[in-house]
C-alpha cells in the first residue's frame, strides 16, 4: 500500500474535477494503484458525480420545452 495517507472528500472532489497541480494528481493517482478503497471511493465519486450531471440535463431538457 502507497505510504500516502488516504485522500478526504475535498481532496477526491478536485482531483475530479482537475484542480490539482500536476504533482499532486501524481502523488494521488500513485496512491490509488496501491489503494483498493481509495480506488472503489473514486469510483463511487465519479458515478455519482455522473448521475447527478445526467438528473441536471434531464431537469434542463424538461423545463426547456
Same mark, same amino acid.
Given at each position: $500500500?502507497?505510504?500516502? =495517507?488516504?485522500? #478526504? /472528500? &475535498?481532496?477526491?472532489t478536485?482531483?475530479i474535477e482537475? !484542480?490539482l +497541480? #500536476? =504533482?499532486?494528481? /501524481?502523488?494521488?493517482?500513485? !496512491?490509488?494503484a496501491? &489503494?483498493d478503497?481509495c /480506488?472503489? $471511493?473514486? +469510483?463511487?465519486?465519479l458515478?455519482?458525480r455522473e $448521475?447527478?450531471?445526467?438528473q $441536471?440535463?434531464? +431537469?434542463?431538457?424538461? /423545463? +426547456?420545452?
Open positions: $500500500q502507497s505510504p500516502m =495517507n488516504s485522500p #478526504d /472528500t &475535498c481532496l477526491l478536485e482531483l482537475s !484542480h +497541480a #500536476d =504533482n499532486q494528481r /501524481t502523488e494521488l493517482v500513485t !496512491h490509488f496501491g &489503494c478503497r /480506488t472503489s $471511493q473514486l +469510483a463511487l465519486a458515478k455519482l $448521475q447527478g450531471e445526467a $441536471q440535463s434531464a +431537469a434542463s431538457s424538461t /423545463t +426547456a420545452t
